[in-house]
T-cell receptor, first 112, second 113 residues
Framework: QQQVKQSPQSLIVQKGGISIINCAYE??????FPWYQQFPGKGPALLIA?????SEKKEGRFTISFNKSAKQFSLHIMDSQPGDSATYFC???????????FGKGTSLLVTP | DAGVIQSPRHEVTEMGQEVTLRCKPI?????LFWYRQTMMRGLELLIY????????DSGMPEDRFSAKMPNASFSTLKIQPSEPRDSAVYFC???????????FGPGTRLTVL
């Protein structure tokens, strides 16, 4: 059973546009929500993460928006660049443990 | 630090053979995770260890899969006997108690013919 649901499965954005990827969860015990970025042939790498005590976190062009009441969180990539083309995974874990529950991933293509 | 090291990077084997995947976590990390990635199921957690002790192996698909961590710097994932449906990319990741961030290795692409 997928504990974190991610959409869309794939996304095509023009250079300079905004990429938005959404995730939803059910387990209210989750309190750590990271986003991982994976390039072909590589392992996933942490991009940005948020805890539920804040509603937004920004690092450069990447922003996580978090809605605790709706149990949803999203990744916004501003001014998307071709180098951002990768697969993005949202995840969630409980503070009592360290195991991450991953979404199924979104394949992002940024066209020149 | 060299990061998480996995070997081999690619493995092609025939159905019924034993396969052993190896992982060296980042020095000082006390959590080690094994994941399997497929197009159909995405990234699945198979098992994880804390201080070399298996904590949760509920993701191990069948008794054909086993994992060990004999010391803080080495872990193996073994499949015996292997089947074509085991074909996937297997990732090892490690993290420290002081941080939730997991560092992934480059993965082992397993093909079972």
């Amino acid at each position: 059973q997928q504990q974190v649901k991610q959409s869309p499965q794939s996304l095509i954005v023009q250079k300079g546009g905004i990429s938005i990827i959404n995730c939803a969860y059910e387990n209210t015990a989750f309190d750590y929500f990271p986003w991982y970025q994976q390039f072909p042939g590589k392992g996933p790498a942490l991009l940005i993460a948020i805890r539920p005590d804040v509603s937004e976190k920004k690092e450069g062009r990447f922003t996580i928006s978090f809605n605790k009441s709706a149990k949803q969180f999203s990744l916004h990539i501003m001014d998307s660049q071709p180098g951002d083309s990768a697969t993005y995974f949202c995840a969630a874990s409980e503070n009592s443990g360290y195991a991450l529950n991953f979404g199924k991933g979104t394949s992002l293509l940024v066209t020149p | 630090d060299a990061g998480v090291i996995q070997s081999p990077r690619h493995e092609v084997t025939e159905m019924g053979q034993e396969v052993t995947l190896r992982c060296k976590p980042i020095s000082g990390h006390d959590y080690l995770f094994w994941y399997r990635q497929t197009m159909m199921r995405g990234l699945e957690l198979l098992i994880y260890f804390n201080n070399n002790v298996p904590i949760d192996d509920s993701g191990m698909p069948e008794d054909r899969f086993s994992a060990k961590m004999p010391n803080a710097s080495f872990s193996t994932l073994k499949i015996q006997p292997s089947e074509p449906r085991d074909s996937a990319v297997y990732f090892c990741a490690s993290s420290a108690t002081t941080s939730n961030e997991q560092f992934f290795g480059p993965g082992t692409r397993l093909t079972v013919l």
